[in-house]
């Protein structure tokens, strides 16, 4: 077991050497370039053993991952945002597919307009498509994930692709102490790939994937998929229980922090929540009843754990950093949709979108959503959702637009 | 190379393995291709499917392949060859598997995926240096949709996309060049009507390593509007015209396996089937069928030259 200072990139590196992942297909794409070109070194350099291949867009390369691992071998890939999307119609085809391998993506804000900072729009996206979803929410949850991840993945009962996610730059980027703990206690807890029935061989002719004709047998395999995720809540808790009594580090499909003489309980997913806890911390120093809760599971959805954390309170704030255009927060819907209708149910579930494209969330506004949820609870009137911006960057934006529009018509006048 | 075990048509194999009763239309030219090539190939495959018509030969639970089979997606079969060699070889490196475990991977799309959205990804298999085999049926249309022209429908067909006086205005790419343009092991065209041809082709295939691939014409009687009883005589025709040239590229040459002399003329391909039939009615189908048979004729010119 050794500490080393990581980047989130290169935690996740780790967390596929220590897997022992055989086989990465793989496509270059901000933030998380510096994975693959670590794997890429340690494949040169024969400290893995395996090969890497870059193929010519993320739809192949999540081609490539789902039939290397139909075949039989252990496999990992990454990729982030556009190359998220450009393989959209791979990661629903990999999942019907039933193939256990482990993609991370970190995450970066769509187009358009085009950035590099992070939200959570990508990976949301991916969201009803059966891969599983594991959010991290720093550089040591990454590696931990990873190999809780193959463990969830290749269990017979759940036999499914997951993704780890990680957000752009907050973790990609930044170095944290990360404990890479001691390769065979990894292999003891993640042992060798088993295909078992699901591989080709000469000797045992295999179709996969085929056509079906009809509602009924297409219902069936959806069915299927849709209960081998459900089962795969059960197999996480095993899973998780397993690596922290071998490594000591816990990572339950729901985090709470303080959550349980809380009134008022923000919930968030990723990185940023890392801030809601500082600002969680200094209000109960202002002596402010706040909690945190964050789901790291989204896929499968945690309902059950989520609605036992939250029976009794007086309020809960859902920061989504994601905009379903048209409707709102992402989460919000979900966690409402755990919560209907149950009689201990928290009255008041607030809305609030913020962090996308990176921007910041200060402490202040973390202050503002729990008095506006306390405000709601103490009112019984809530508050339409809220889109998290200052008037000083309107302001800002405004000046730009400003100055672009008078050097454009200055630019008109030369001769 | 060995010579070819297959010298006269009574060489070819007589033992059939892909299975009957699929769902392909009575008179398919693609699955007369199908079956000819399977034969030579044999079980030891893993067929890797792009959507298009030959998806549906395999069907939850029943399938015609003795050997395996995956279906991808439209754009990607050649990325899914490429996880499935890859994967084995890694096995076999580590002999996690034994070499009688081993698979030849086949690619098997239609000519939409080929030549248009699955073409970067065949791009970078070949350039990859991909051990793999491609073949592609080309019914010169998306056929599983109803035959919208594609990106191999040739100049004045009708499709369901082009059903105007003149039919598709645009020309049949040239898939043959662009795959050879990467310097693959090999490439080479075929078509069911000519067994013997093809079972020299898809032989020669096999014994290679590398990117190898094949395009088969494949007369298709529900999008080219004919009897399906036509399906070998327009194959036959389709060579003896020299609209459809047979031929292989091997290392950096060309050779073309038949030279059809003296050629028919293309007029006897086209009047059997209905895709074309608006060229023999009037002045303007008179010239266009003057302009495709003028095209043929300076193909051969510089191929005879
Ligand atoms: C991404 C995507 N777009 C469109 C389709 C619809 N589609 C299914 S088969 C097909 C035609 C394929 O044409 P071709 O490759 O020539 O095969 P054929 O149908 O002629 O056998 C199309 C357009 C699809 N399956 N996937
Ligand atoms: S539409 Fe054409 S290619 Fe498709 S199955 Fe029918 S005959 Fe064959
Ligand atoms: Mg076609």
Redesign the interface.
Known sequence: MTRELLTGNLAAAWGARLARV??V?AFPITPQTEIIETLSDWYDSGVM???L?T???E???I???????????R?FSATSSQGLLYGM??IY?VAGWRVPFVLVNVSRALAAPVTLEPDHNDILAARDSGMLQIHCANCQEVLDSLLIAYRLAEDPRVRLPVIVNLDGFYLSFTREPVIIPEPGAVDAFLPAFDAESIR????Q?????????GGS?YSYFRYETHLAALEALKVYDEVAADFTARFGRSHAAVEDYRCGDAEIVLVMMGSFATKAREAVERLRDAGVAAGLLRPRLLRPFPADRLREYLAGKRGVAVIDQNLSMGKGGVLHSEIASALYGRKDAPPVLTSFIGGLGGRDISAEEFYEMVSVTREAADSGTVPPPRLLYTRDELREVRKLQTIARVERSELGKEP | MKESMYKRMKDLPSAHLLGTGTPMCAGCGGLEALHEIYDVLG??T?F?NAAGCM??L????F?P?????????M??A???????R??????LQ?R??TK????DVVVLTGDGAAYGMGL??T??AIE?GLDFLYICYDNEGYGNTGQQYSGATPHGARTATSRGPSGFAGFKKDLFSIWAAHKPTYVATVIGAEPLDLARKVEKAKQLDGPRLIIALAPCPTGWDYEPRHTADIGKLAVQTGIWPLKEYVDGTVTHTRMPRPRRPVAEYLKMQGRFAHLFLDQRGKHMLAEIQARIDRYWDTVEA
């Open positions: 055989d086989y297909p053993a395996g090969r291949v193929l010519e867009s739809h192949s390369m081609t490539a991952a789902g039939a290397a691992a139909a075949t039989g071998v496999v119609e791979m085809t080709f061989r000469a000797s002719p295999e179709s996969q994937a085929v056509a079906v004709l047998p | 079980s030891r893993v890797v998806t549906l395999a069907t939850y639970p399938t392949f003795r050997g395996s089979w995956l279906y991808t997606a754009a990607s050649p990325a899914g060859a490429q996880g499935i890859d994967a084995l070889d890694i096995l580590r996690s598997i009688e475990e081993d698979l970067s990804a791009s970078g990859r």
